[in-house]
């Protein structure tokens, strides 16, 4: 059985590499084979990950060799990793069809695949390193998929600008950690006592700035709004995939940050700001990608936040879940721009109505704080997830009811709004139950910034549900308020075409 598990440890590397030497190998008339072939090998990748997760669950974890380590936070990154992959890969076999970079493309794509795969198994800090750096600069060759369109070789830009500053970020904190602990060991970086050095506070905070960076956090976002006239599914991949690197980074270095109170809160500010902004920016636009990248900006930030209240079993659950709806909103974008909607939409909510939705959401808790075994009744870390459930499911009520007090949909929106914290609950229980060693590092208790925020999140979700913002919408403040928002979500100047004849096909 032993050999057997090494033979698909070997094998769950080989899947991604046999896809790039496949696409590489073959000439331009044989690059549609070659594609379907290397999106097989990334789905038997997959199902292979798919199978070692399950059997390390029950199993002694196996040794570190070659420095990659096989553990449950590495091999559950892979599966994803691999699972958005093959996604991909098939959607974009059609999409792709005629482009005279065809090979070109999937050869890239198969790249930051493997990239993104050793980076999430290396136990080795250079490379971890290395392959960070890789997968970036695959992504940013995605990005400018046609060098000969300006607009596209200009979001390359600010996105490199960006991604090196946390590649050097990430460079000099290794480097650091290495001469001060002496090992390049990420595990037996925990063990040590890294954290009374003088080197500590320089190095974990080299490493926060290249998980903003890497994630989009604000102020670091301008280059995931600026990055969309990328091709689709370069798109999927990207708000799938990479930009929750930010969140893998914090949590695979989570014993060391749990030790920084004051980094924490930190990432845990600029996650609220992010969520602030790229919820309100998202209600803005009219392009159905800029939307995507802006929930993308809000999500991104409610990962940090849990990241920040040490919930790193949540944040994991969180990018899974994310990048799976993500992939599945970017690849079907097309399909729903054809779609036409002329039922006019819902601004202000009866009060009654949103009374009963609110009874959902409390049930939608419950259920979650059952699957969770979370207190209710507490001012913990947790509280913030609890929060979060109820807005959740009282919204999924809202949107059932239909602003109609009528006992079928009351009944529906009870039953889908308590599914759902089951489910979404069952699924951060099963992330902890898979990492027992991420749920040590909850705050104690919520501090007084941490109940502000949490309530300036809340009211205007509450208001704008209640229609009482439509008095404030009349006043010059908004005005100044929604223009300076609006003028901020927009991407860069130079990464816009604004003349039809300025697109390169």
Sequence with gaps: MNTLIHFLDGA???????????????????????????????????????????????????????YITFNTLSLLLSTLILLVSFTVHRFSLRYMDGDKLYS?????????????????????L???????????????????HKKEWTAAKNSGRLA?????????SLLAAVILITLSGDTTSIQALDEKEFINSSVFTTAMTLITLTGLTQ???????????????????????????????????????????SASSGLLMIVFILGAVSVFLGTFWKLMQHDIKRMLACSTLAQMGFMMMQCGLGLFAAAVAHLCWHGLFKAYLFLSSGSIMTQKNNEPKIHAYKPAV????SIGGFIGMLGFAFMTNKPILSLQATTFLLVFAFIAGTQLMLTLMDNRLSITNMTIGLLMSSLAGLI????????????????????????????????LLVLPWLMFNLGLTKRIKESNFWCWFYMNLFNQSQPSPKTVTTLRSGYKY
């Design 12 to 66: 769950l590397l080989a899947c991604p590499t046999l896809a790039l030497l496949v696409n590489c190998g073959s000439g331009r008339k044989k690059a549609v084979l070659a594609a379907r072939w290397a999106s097989f090998f990334v789905g038997f990748g997959f199902i292979i990950g798919l199978f070692l997760l399950g059997h390390l669950t029950f199993a002694e974890p196996p040794k570190t060799n070659l």
């Design 104 to 124: 070109r493309y999937f050869s890239t794509l198969a790249a930051i695949t493997l990239s993104a795969i050793v980076m999430v198994l290396a136990d080795n």
């Design 126 to 144: 250079f490379l971890f390193w290395l392959s960070w750096s890789l997968s970036n600069v695959f992504l940013i060759l995605l990005i400018v």
């Design 160 to 168: 490199l600008s960006t991604l090196l500053l946390g590649s050097i």
């Design 215 to 257: 994630s989009a956090i604000w102020p670091f976002h301008r280059w995931l709004i600026s990055s969309l006239n990328s091709p689709t599914p370069v798109s999927a991949l990207m708000h799938a995939g990479l930009v929750n690197g930010g969140g893998i980074i914090i949590v695979k270095f989570a014993p060391l940050f």
């Design 354 to 357: 949103l009374l009963i939705a």
């Design 424 to 455: 979404y609950g069952g699924s951060i229980h099963l992330i902890e139950l898979l990492l027992p060693n991420l749920t040590q590092f909850y705050l104690p208790k919520l501090s007084i910034l941490h109940l502000m925020t949490l309530l």
